[in-house]
């Protein structure tokens, strides 16, 4: 157990921040089997959740799911296989590990190979050996069966995870007509460094799950999105009675 102060976050859920204001906050832990990390995450995670739905004072409607760079993936993976929630946020997600698979980390200069067949992600092979564990785990293959709205963030200077995973998603999202955002943060690093861009993703992330759990006002960005033009003038954090 560790206490959060409240403060903006670089990315993460600002979980003191939350239950302040109305929500149940979980944080599972999840044990991973070797090839199947997605499915290993929704198993853990919908587990959990379901417990908790028993439970009366939870509403099994409205939950949401978050999560960042390793949690952002978990939460692409789990809206391609569940309709369970009514909103989900994934920061710096790898959409794609076929694509993903052969690139660099931008800050070390180490190729991406090794955390997908031996570390974080555990597919146990390379995608020679396995093509059909990197695609199984990939969710761009499953967007089609993605009904839960999502907002994405992507930064074109993540050292970690490239900045076009973020762009598959949004792209193969918007094209099949599902409900996305995409938020990306110029000059940016995995986690949000600058307090200015902490301070924007904390409002934007408590709108957005507003809307969807608590039934409040869409904000204009949700609505109508920003300009490029717009970007860095225009906050468009204004509520407002149209839908997104």
């Known amino acids: 157990y560790s206490y959060q102060a409240p403060a903006p976050t670089p990315s993460r859920l600002a979980i003191s921040f939350f239950v302040s204001n109305g929500y149940l906050v979980f944080a599972p832990d999840i044990s991973y089997e ?3 990390p997605g499915k290993s995450a929704m198993e853990y995670i919908n587990s959990g ?6 439970n009366s004072w ?4 409205k939950i949401g799911i978050q999560g960042q760079s390793w949690g952002g993936y978990q939460v692409a993976y789990l809206i391609t296989q569940t309709n369970m929630y009514a909103a989900a946020w994934a920061g710096a997600p790898v ?3 076929t694509s993903a698979y052969g690139g660099i980390r931008w800050e070390s200069g180490m190729n991406r190979q090794f955390q997908y067949e031996k570390t974080q992600s555990r597919i146990g092979a390379t995608l020679w050996e396995k093509p059909e564990l990197y695609i199984e785990n990939s969710p761009l293959f499953f967007l089609p069966k993605v009904n839960t709205p999502v907002a994405i963030m992507s930064n074109d200077a993540d050292g ?5 995973q973020g762009i598959e998603m949004f792209t193969g999202l918007k094209r099949l007509g599902k409900p996305a955002w995409l938020l990306n943060y ?7 460094v600058q307090r200015q861009n902490r301070k924007d993703i904390s409002i934007r992330e ?6 969807y759990l608590k039934g409040a006002k869409a904000p204009a960005w949700m609505v109508s999105g920003i300009p490029a033009t717009e970007k860095g003038k225009n906050w468009a954090f204004e509520l407002t009675d149209d839908k997104p």
């Open 34 to 36: 070797t090839g199947y």
């Open 49 to 54: 959740v379901e417990s908790l739905k028993k």
């Open 58 to 61: 939870v509403d099994g409607t």
């Open 95 to 97: 959409a794609n590990m």
């Open 160 to 164: 970690a995870v490239p900045f076009y």
């Open 186 to 192: 110029n000059n940016e690093a995995h986690n949000l």
């Open 206 to 211: 408590q709108q957005f799950f507003d809307y």
